[in-house]
């Protein structure tokens, strides 16, 4: 149980252009899902928070407008890199609760943005 | 402020031999600690964690950790490693009703057959 699933698993884009990112609960419903990024060898750092129907909130120094979370169902967030720049090449990694009284994160497989 | 130390960045230990990754946190309130594990290229597995209760906690995989609170740890132990334990290990901390975690920095473990 509590599976996360991301899609796509990599994704090559050209400087300029905008890139989706798909996250899904696969098992439960998901009423807060997360948003990392990791960059090589180093930690997760927390971009945004996302609740279901709602706007997500963006951790400090985060650009709201570069990266849009998008949380339109119990099973669903989308982040979307706009203008992708090389600088945003990184490893994407998201989260979800399993419950709204649980603090348990479950993370998915991860997406790799390379921006040329 | 909030954080948390891995403070070995890399361990190497013989297959068979015994591990322990180290973890303190500062945490401002009554913590809830996790252990993953990241293999590379992939996302993070959560192998055990900590709310309340018993210190010692069983996880997934042979793994037990240790929540000592005199000393802001929460060390993780497996007693006979195995070459697929390779990976990256993060300790992270997070508080009743804030969801939000703080990572540590990871500790790279290598295996040597």
């Known amino acids: 149980g509590a599976v996360v699933s991301q899609h796509p698993s990599w994704v090559i884009c050209k400087s300029g252009t905008s890139v989706k990112i798909e996250c899904r609960s696969l098992d439960f419903q998901a009423t807060t899902m997360f948003w990392y990024r990791q960059f090589p060898k180093q930690s997760l750092m927390l971009m945004a928070t996302s609740n279901e129907g709602s706007k997500a909130t963006y951790e400090q120094g985060v650009e709201k407008d570069k990266f849009l979370i998008n949380h339109a169902s119990l099973t669903l967030s989308t982040l979307t890199v706009t203008s992708a720049h090389p600088e945003d090449s990184s490893f994407y990694i998201c989260s979800a609760r399993t419950g709204l009284y649980t603090d348990t994160q479950y993370f998915g497989p991860g997406t790799r943005l390379t921006v040329l | 402020a909030q954080s948390v130390t891995q403070p070995d960045i890399h361990i190497t230990v013989s297959e068979g031999a015994s591990l322990e990754l180290r973890c303190n946190y500062s945490?401002?309130?009554?913590?809830?600690l996790f252990w993953y594990v990241q293999s590379p290229g992939q996302g993070l597995q959560l192998l055990l964690k900590?709310?309340?209760?018993?210190?010692l906690v069983q996880g997934i995989k042979g793994f037990e950790a240790e929540f000592k609170r005199s000393q802001s740890s929460f060390n993780l132990r497996k007693p006979s490693v195995h070459w697929s334990d390779a990976a990256e290990y993060f300790c992270a901390v997070g508080g009743s009703g804030t969801y939000k975690y703080i990572f540590g920095t990871g500790t790279r473990l290598k295996v040597l057959a």
């Open positions: 900590y709310f309340s209760g018993d210190t």
């Open positions: 945490y401002g309130a009554t913590p809830y």
